[in-house]
């Protein structure tokens, strides 16, 4: 069954990976462009491991951003996982020892694989488990090109940044398609475009996060009284 498990979870991965090494690469890029090293790098694809945070990551420490700003700029943009996490609760529930990791690793990618129940024949917490350390293996992969890449070379890195948000449009899109509620993705795309006219591109992301966790809150719990009471 271990097996059958390792097997399913890597061929789970596979649409990950082709994602996760281009733009770990773009990152490691974009890190080396501005002077920090492979420890760097590494070090935070393995312990951060935020996709998204990890780009905003890079200008934080580039512009000296304090402890502070960078805490509450992580929790807005992350804000998200909130959801995933009360998405998984269940699934999760007997996961023992590898409950933290799985907690760590869930990403975007790694969510949309994991929140459809496991194949038949295998061992659910382990391909849980093994998609998770395999999404991150492949996000270090990249990591440790584009940085090493990018100590070698000279690139033009105008607009590599762009590549995360290539990619969350593609899963918005796939997500969308495949979703019964459509209340998450209204509520996303027009908080986002309201703040973006009330409050202008530097400072729409803040207000932005705050309405659709705000909002979404609300609304699951709203959801969640009504399933209580049926």
Request: net charge neutral.
């Amino acid at each position: 069954m271990k097996m059958k498990t390792l097997r399913r979870a890597f061929l789970a991965s596979v649409p990950v990976m082709a994602g996760y090494i281009v733009l770990g690469t773009a990152y490691g890029i974009l890190l080396a462009d501005k002077g920090y090293s492979l420890a760097w790098g590494l070090a935070q694809s393995l312990l951060v491991f935020a996709g998204s945070m990890q780009f905003v990551g890079i200008n934080l420490l580039a512009g000296g951003a304090s402890l502070v700003s960078a805490a509450v700029m992580t929790l807005l943009v992350n804000a998200r996982h909130l959801f995933y996490g009360f998405t998984m609760l269940e699934k999760y529930k007997n996961a023992g020892k590898m409950k933290p990791y799985l907690i760590f690793g869930l990403t975007d990618e790694t969510f949309a694989l994991v929140v459809n129940d496991a194949p038949a024949g295998v061992d659910r917490n382990l391909y849980f488990f093994l998609v998770t350390l395999f999404d991150q293996c492949w996000w270090v992969t990249g990591t440790l090109i584009g940085c090493l890449a990018g100590s070698a070379m000279t690139f033009n890195t105008e607009g590599i940044d762009f590549a995360m948000t290539a990619l969350f449009v593609v899963i918005f899109t796939e997500q969308l398609l495949q979703a019964d509620d459509y209340v998450p993705a209204i509520t996303g795309v027009a908080a986002s475009l309201l703040s973006l006219l009330l409050f202008g591109p530097d400072r729409f992301l803040i207000p932005a996060m705050l309405a659709i966790t705000a909002v979404l809150s609300a609304y699951s719990l709203k959801s969640t009284k009504k399933g209580g009471a049926a």
